[in-house]
């Protein structure tokens, strides 16, 4: 970036699991706080035996794990022994935040919980991300992404025929989306130091807003609607001659344009279609008879043409396909990290989804194998080279 990173000079201590609180803390992580990541000794975070590639599991660095935990430092910490809680403490004493995603009133029945630390340090901003939050009658309710997005009505309002989940953890990463928001905010008030409790259920939530207050102010209860945009007619993924396409016609003008570029200008006269509710009410019958037309010809022919007279159109792609295409190779979205320590071989990963001054915001290093940072971290704190190793040797670190 062409100025310091926005965090830079700020430290975070992360000591989430699996995804919502490792993806809001990668987020920090490349705007340039530093992380260091508290996992449990012997066996870190879970994702580190998730993923694609049973191999990469079996060594604990699992692709779940590398997704979203490039930059950060990796220390092991038994939080059930006295001297790991000591040291959990003293880190706290130089920390800004601190993110944590056990179920509610876990971090409290160990002893460190935002009250004990806030003790240490007046001034840290501790982010817990849980499934329902931190009170009401499901707060002690496990919570993975499918059980929120089930519980949040996503479902209800995906697929055609029976309800289907959104086909990548949603409500994890909203839920993480939502506390890195949070965190920055935090960090800029004039007073520093607050709780900041994220709900999976209501990060999820907030983000339907069109959906719920629909419900909440049209008294319009929310349906499945497949591929169509339940707000507009034709707008939805419709059948080329290679496969599908996506058009949004949403606009009174679009809609004429598209009759008239598919050469059916005779649907523009036609009552069923006249008006926006129209189409809306004969959806399908309009739907129908694009297709006779665009099944004549390959998608990538209908969104060159479509784009050039200002209707919204663009391919259905596969995410291998979508990584090779030149857009998004051009914008440096992909990272490149070459002979991994722990792999063995050279990984790419996926960096932030916006660029500050014309740059991406990156980080430098891997993702850390277990525990890799401990002995540098500890030192920092004072301890001596003999205190590290009789905690290593009694499984505290």
């Not at 993923?51 to 604990?60: F, V």
């Not at 995906?158 to 920055?184: C, F, N």
């Not at 401990?374 to 704190?381: D, I």
Request: charge should be negative; hydrophobic fraction near 45%.
């Amino acid at each position: 970036m062409a100025t310091e990173a926005p965090l830079a000079g700020t430290k975070v201590l992360d000591l989430t699991n699996v995804l919502a609180g490792p993806f809001a803390c990668h987020q920090l992580a490349h705007l340039g706080a530093e992380v260091i990541k508290i996992e449990a000794v012997g066996r870190g975070d879970l994702a580190r035996n998730l993923g694609a590639d049973p191999a990469l599991s079996a060594k604990g660095m699992g692709i779940s794990f590398l997704a979203q935990n490039a930059g950060k430092a990796s220390v092991t910490l038994n939080l059930k022994d006295p001297r790991g809680k000591d040291i959990l403490r003293k880190l706290v004493r130089g920390a800004d935040v601190l993110v944590e995603n056990f179920r509610p009133g876990v971090m409290d029945r160990l002893g460190v919980g935002y009250e004990a630390l806030k003790v240490e340090n007046p001034a840290l901003i501790y982010c817990a991300i849980s499934g329902f939050g931190q009170d009401g009658p499901w707060k002690d309710n496990p919570a993975y992404d499918q059980i929120i997005q089930g519980a949040s009505g996503v479902m209800s309002i995906t697929g055609d025929q029976e309800p289907l989940r959104v086909g990548y953890p949603l409500s994890d990463t909203v839920g993480g989306l939502t506390a890195a928001m949070a965190i920055a905010a935090a960090l800029s008030a004039p007073k520093r130091g607050c709780f900041i409790d994220v709900s999976m259920l209501e990060a999820t939530l907030a983000t339907m807003g069109w959906v719920v207050s629909n419900y909440l102010i049209g008294g319009v209860e929310p349906a499945r609607h497949g591929n169509e945009n339940p707000t507009s007619a034709p707008s939805g993924t419709f059948q080329a001659s290679d496969g599908l396409i996506n058009i949004a016609a949403n606009k009174d003008e679009q809609w004429e344009a598209l009759a008239r570029h598919l050469g059916r200008a005779d649907l523009l006269a036609r009552p069923e279609f006249a008006s926006r509710e129209d189409r809306k009410a004969n959806r399908l019958r309009l739907k129908a008879e694009l297709e006779t037309v665009l099944t004549t010809a390959p998608a990538q022919t209908w969104v060159d043409g479509l784009n050039k007279i200002g209707v919204p159109a663009g391919p259905v792609l596969s995410v291998p396909q979508i990584l090779a295409h030149p857009q998004i190779a051009a914008r440096g979205l992909v990272a490149q990290f070459a002979d991994v320590a722990g792999l063995g071989r050279d990984i790419a990963l996926l960096r932030t989804g916006f660029a500050i001054d014309s740059a991406r915001p990156k980080v430098d290093d891997p993702p850390p194998v277990l525990g890799a940072d401990t002995e540098r971290v500890l030192a920092g704190l004072g301890l001596s080279g003999d205190d590290i190793a009789t905690l290593k040797a009694e499984g505290v670190i």
